[in-house]
């Protein structure tokens, strides 16, 4: 089982790598920087809050892994 650190920085990673993807994918959709950035901030915090969660659930459960 991993640590709630652990689980931490690895969602704060995930969700920056997928803030600046979002912010791209915003701003050639939208064509403006604050729309652009404003989408992939809400979707940035939905996202990290979803994994976090999903992370913790996954590290109580037993099945699957080997003594």
Not at 3 to 32: C, D
Request: aromatic content about 14%; charged content about 15%.
């Amino acid at each position: 089982m991993e640590t709630r650190e652990r689980t931490i920085v690895k969602g704060v990673v995930w969700i920056f790598m997928g803030l600046v993807v979002m912010s791209l994918v915003g701003l050639l959709f939208t064509g403006s920087v604050a729309v652009g950035g404003t989408m992939a901030l809400v979707n940035s915090a939905i996202g990290f809050v979803n994994y976090v969660l999903y992370e913790r659930f996954w590290a109580g459960v037993r099945w699957g892994r080997r003594a």
